[in-house]
């Protein structure tokens, strides 16, 4: 038996890992338990299974770190790549910090009201970020991310697209919808994950400003979004900073904003490597010289093997 908790005692700071939703009868709760397992094979230091409110409706689970961004650099990405597997999508607290945020919400808001930006009836777009600000390089270019997307994707995956999103009041809201490329697939092929989708919210996500909704395990097998329309499905509430990781065939929309204020994201698209991206690379004397960037672009390819032999 344990004693009362000690007032004094301060406790550490947490990173959220994944929440599960306990009176949903489709939430996975063989996979929240296999996140559990793979913390504690890990040697997290500690795992917090908390209720949020009286009622119990939600379990976080948290992991606890002398510094949680240090801690989501190493071993947060393997489990988010499992969780993306196994529900199509998974969340990341605190990706990028307030002081990044800041920096990318002010090239953000230079961008949607210049040159380069694209009105849109559902939004604003601006193209290949990373050729406007280094602030946009260091996102992409991200060592979390990039063990990430290496263990969804395989070595030498591709930047598909790299785009601004603002959601302006009142815009039209999405059809629930695939994305890229299993959006282009006549016949749809069914195995690995050969494409993901990230957002990057730079505003609070919010029900009122018309946060991505998402409906959890529909990209297995990968098909495209039928009548009857879901009706359950997740809401990607999240403080600004918050990356959202998506497989690109798992079924999500846009909601209305009903709010006085546009919503700003940045959309991070990567497919395997031999698929064509979507955005077609820029001269090279408009880009940034850094090599992952570089890779990511398919400007630098590995050689070619058979077996993993170079031929």
Not at 141 to 148: F, R
Not at 263 to 285: C, G, K, N, Q, Y
Request: charged share 20%.
């Amino acid at each position: 038996m344990t004693g009362p908790a000690d007032p004094h005692q301060v406790e550490p700071p947490t990173t959220l890992v994944r929440s599960l939703a306990v009176r949903r009868a489709d939430d996975d709760l063989d996979s929240f338990a296999d996140t559990i397992i793979k913390l504690i094979d890990d040697e997290v230091a500690v795992v917090d299974l908390s209720h949020r409110d009286r009622r119990a409706d939600i379990i976080e689970l948290r992991v606890a770190s002398a510094s949680p961004k240090e801690h989501a650099l190493t071993a947060v990405p393997a489990i988010l790549a499992d969780e993306v597997r196994n529900r199509g999508f998974a969340v990341w607290p605190g990706f990028a910090s307030p002081e990044q945020c800041d920096v990318l919400r002010n090239a953000a808001g230079i961008l949607a009201t210049g040159e380069h930006a694209h009105q849109y009836p559902k939004s604003t777009r601006v193209w290949d970020l990373y050729q406007y600000d280094p602030a946009f390089v260091e996102m992409i270019t991200d060592a979390g991310l990039a063990d990430l997307i290496d263990d969804l994707l395989g070595r030498y995956y591709l930047l598909s697209d790299y785009s601004l999103n603002v959601v302006n009041p009142g815009q039209p809201i999405d059809d629930w919808h695939i994305d890229y490329p299993y959006n282009e697939m006549p016949t749809i092929v069914a195995g690995g994950i050969l494409g993901l989708q990230c957002v990057l919210a730079l505003d609070d996500f919010t029900e009122t400003n018309g946060a991505t909704r998402l409906v959890p395990s529909s990209h297995r097998p990968p098909c495209r979004p039928d009548e009857p329309w879901p009706t359950s499905a997740e809401t990607f509430t999240a403080e600004s900073g918050t990356l959202l990781i998506m497989a690109a065939a798992t079924w999500h929309h846009s909601g209305l904003n009903s709010s006085g204020s546009p919503r700003t994201a940045i959309l991070m698209s990567f497919v395997e490597r031999w698929i064509r991206p979507l955005s077609d690379p820029l001269p090279t004397t408009r880009w940034a010289h850094d090599q992952r960037l570089q890779v990511m672009l398919g400007l630098q390819r590995p050689a070619e093997t058979i077996n993993g032999v170079p031929v």
